[in-house]
């Protein structure tokens, strides 16, 4: 059920005892745990942290902790799948729930007693009524009885009785199974497609209702608001709508303290609304290279092209930038240069067919060197979060990027934005070289590609996205240029397996609804191909090498 | 070394009209006293660190330090502790105070620590049984976890 009193409901439940938190492998999640954990240790709650790659993951670790703890918070996991069912929990076992994943299964929502959802319930959730879906199976037993007693009910006054009571029967299963066809009408529209809302902003909102929230725990909303928007989980309606809420909060938080006679020291965080580029990490990096690199641009000019790169260079020269200047480290370039970079650039860019290069965003800076902008630490921490170097597993990597989100280890964040740069350059490659060689297949109701690299899940989505985008600008033909895209990589060598995802088409006001989910169950169903649906997003799956033909067989033939 | 094995020497240099042999007396004399120094200085450091072994690991030291103390080490040690818990007893009143938890100012009653190896379960205090798995966070009561952080079970998280 539903929490409408997130602070009654939920927080003066756990105060008192020792809860275990599992979360999820995904930057919201980090995110949403930061601000679970700084509430706890301002209450001294006992807690565990337990990070969870997969539906596997949750049921290992349910079972190994199941007897310690009777109070569990999922983050991030958990709604979209009949907990109760997986889980087989005891019955004083309660879940609370702060989840992304839509739509909610019906059985979470109206599970009275073990299951807490801490959703908003103002986001469109179009939960079917419960009458809908459920009956009561009293009805059921008395159809089954008076069936009996019309058995053994004696004769001619019974036989007449016996009619009646037989054309009831009839009318009422023939109203039941048109209840049930309407219920599975009902089931299969609210679950057919799978989209997102946001974790990190019902925690931070449980802080500030009791006045707790720290600016900490605001920036690490932003970030968590961020990650959604950059790994295209969210629509663009719903991210400026959330930016405009956490926009309150920082005018709030900076109102509190500064003013003429004691302005804040330099070492406080200081966090600003910013109006600006779109360009991934550009003042990590040189304004070139992040203008090669990042999505919007890269897709734009179509830089994998010679035009391409001739029109950087017309843009670089209209704007009057010297290339020596651009091809610097943004923090050596000229001042002149740098103090109307954004305005200039965002002239150009209208020129250019960039209507929106500037994006409403947040900047954190404190000390005197260290200024981040949310787009930055979402990369940074993505990118620690699936690092593939040798002899770290996930639970390490999940250790590194919950590190790197606090302000004491900016090593680590740096170090986060190194490995991020590498991975956009990979990425750029990948969308570069597989647009010029004609590696997409349009396989009738979708786009098909298969790469070597990615075997990450946000990696992998941040290539789709980047990809579909590109190719949708680049290709001639129409139909083309709506259809979604199934991307394929190799996962594991040895066990023969591969990742399969799958996003929607790219559209200026898409609402991110993904079908892939179900399509990809049925497909599998019905080729009964060897899947592993682990991910608790259900549009990436595995899947065995040799079933991969057939599986997409089955894919097409659902899809058109 | 006493001054009278030098003095003996010497003597008997002389009275066999030897005396050349004198400086070379008093300068073995001088490097035996030097060697004595040296060996002296390095027990006593010995001594000390034992003694700070006490404060570190508690009253039960480990097999492989144990393994590396001779006999004579590990008495002084014992003779040490039963020192040392003589006079916890008697400060505090009834039963006497640990002063050898808390060393530096506390700063809250629960940190938060993170598991460095599957270390199996653990009881705390009210009998509520934690499992330390590799990489899961704890929050947990800071007298429960200094014995393991000591050991390096876990580590503590600041953040």
Known sequence: MFVTDIRKEFYDIVVNQRVALLVSLDVDALCACKVLQALFHCDQVQYTLVPVKGWQDLGTAFLEHKEQFRYFVLINCGANVDLLETLQPEEETIFFICDTHRPVDVVNVYNDTQI?????????????????????DEEEGGDQDSGNESDGSSEPSGKRRRFDEVSLIAARQRARREWEARRREILFDYEQYEYHGTAVMV?????????????????????GLTDQWVHDRITHM?????????????????HCNEDEDNSLSIDCMRICFEYDLRLSLYQHWSLYESICN????????????IQGQKKLQEFLADMGLPLKQVRQKFNSMDIAIKENLRDVIEESSNKYGMKDIRIQTFGVHFGFKNKFLATDVVHAAAALLESVEKDESGTDNFIKALDCLSRSNLDQLHRGIELAKKKLMAIQQTVASCICTHLILSQGPFLYLCVCLFSKPLALTLLCKYLLKSFARSTRNKRCKILPLVMAAPLDVEKGTVIVMGIPPECETSDKKNFFGRAFEKAAESTSSRTLHDNFDMSIIELKMQDRSKFLDALVTLLS | MPRNCCLHSENEAKSEGRSELIPSIKFRHCCLLRNQRCVTAYLYDRLLRIRALRWEYGSVLPAAIRFHMC?????????????????????????GL???????????????????????EFEIDDGT?????????HFLPRWKCEQLIRQGVLEHVIS
């Open chain 2, 71 to 95: 006999a004579e080490e590990l008495e002084w040690f014992n003779q040490y502790k039963k020192s040392l818990a003589t006079y916890m007893r008697s400060l505090g009143g009834e039963e």
């Open chain 2, 129 to 137: 049984i934690i499992l330390l798995k590799k990489n899961s966070q």
């Open chain 1, 116 to 136: 807490k959802l801490l959703i908003k319930q103002d986001d469109d959730l179009g939960v079917p009524s419960y009458d809908d879906i459920f009956r009561d």
């Open chain 1, 294 to 305: 990042s999505c919007y641009t890269l897709s734009t000019f179509k830089l994998w092209s």
């Open chain 1, 203 to 223: 925690l931070f909102e449980l802080a500030w209702v009791m006045s707790k929230d720290t600016k900490d725990m605001l920036w690490w909303a932003i970030i």
């Open chain 1, 238 to 254: 719903k991210y400026v709508t959330d930016i405009a809420a956490l926009q309150r909060h920082v005018s709030r938080h900076n």
């Open chain 2, 98 to 120: 640990d002063i050898t938890q808390d060393r530096k100012p506390p700063k809250s009653l629960y940190i938060e620590v993170r598991c460095l190896k599957d270390h199996g």
